[in-house]
């Protein structure tokens, strides 16, 4: 992991209308640091204790859940702009939760509680962050509950359409470019692996879709 705390990327969402020299400033009022992970890098490990959120500036990251038996499972995929920590706080009286990175990621934290208490100087740009970091929780929450709505498809064939035809409304496009893997989009959908490549083979003989590789054309659209 490398640590970088010179900057503020101006273009990330949870700064927009705020101008590059009151991002400066606040950089140190939120005892903001930015830091880049390598592949298989733990980002985050939950606790109760835990006081900071994390904002995901480039890559990809992965929440995971390990239960009490070893088991790995899937939570959320975090790509640009997702925030993930403090607000979302997670049982871990039998779980253990982390986020770890899948590609080269880079991710700013901040303190949570300068966050959301009042600023002594009544800034305007700690109110308009607020705003902000509220707006990104709500679309974080947004695709949280999409996700929940292809986990509960009744079958691994229902499940892959789903989210199909959810990537391919959120392109306007037919032609979907998986994001991930397909041992990574298995466990995604929380599916076994198998199972999801003989049903894949039997939507593309069926004439619902075209694959090549990680990419993909809906003839059809249903589920």
Known sequence: MK???????????LFMNILPEEQERMRVCFKAREAVFQTGETVMEYSSAMKKIGLVIYGRAVLYCCDEEGNEYMIDELKKDAV??????????????????????????????????????????????????????????????????????????????????????????????????????????SVDRSAMTRELKN??????????????LLLQRHV
């Open 203 to 216: 939507l593309e003989d069926e004439g619902v879709l075209k694959k090549d590789g990680r990419e993909i």
């Open 84 to 189: 993930f920590g403090e607000p979302f706080l997670l049982p871990t009286d039998f779980q253990h939760y982390y986020v770890k990175a899948e590609e080269e990621t880079k991710v700013m934290f901040i303190d949570y509680e300068h966050e959301i208490k009042r600023c002594e100087n009544a800034c305007w740009h700690h109110s308009q962050l607020v705003s902000n970091l509220f707006q990104m929780t709500a679309l974080q929450s947004r695709k949280q509950m999409e996700r929940i709505y292809v986990l509960s498809r009744s079958t691994t064939r229902k499940k892959i359409l789903a989210y199909l035809n959810h990537l391919s409304a959120e392109k306007n496009s037919r032609k979907i470019h998986l994001p991930m893997s397909y041992t990574a989009l298995a466990q995604y959908l």
């Open 3 to 13: 640590k970088r705390g010179k900057r503020w990327m101006t273009h990330n969402t």
